[in-house]
């Protein structure tokens, strides 16, 4: 099975001919960095770490400013990686056949639930 991006309104998929977007898997190492991803992609916080490193969000999700460039010693060409403090930003909102709006997720709010709070700090 190929990669595809876990964003509910996004349908890019890697392998697509012409397409040249990243997929970049959710960080599991840095357990805070993690649970902000989840909650900005909507992911339930307590899913098994197994079950997220099968997860990829696509480069259409990331500013330009959540890259840095880095130097290909052998093709001697750049390339572009995702900082490790990058959180997805950019989410899609709409249907199909819907007009689409692309709207900035803040990356600092409180989720309440019925049984804890989650904040995310700044």
Known sequence: MGVRCIVKSCDNKQGRLGNTMMFHRIPTKNADLMNRW??????????????????????????????????QVATRTMKRVLKDTAIPSIIKTGQIGSPVAAVSVPLCFEMTNISHTVTVPC
């Not at 098994?48 to 880095?70: A, M, R």
Request: proline fraction near 6%; glycine fraction near 2%.
């Open 38 to 71: 989840l909650l900005v992609l909507g992911i339930v916080p307590n899913t098994p770490v197994n079950t997220i490193t099968k997860y990829f969000v696509c480069s259409e999700h990331f500013t330009v400013d959540d890259y840095f460039e880095k130097m």
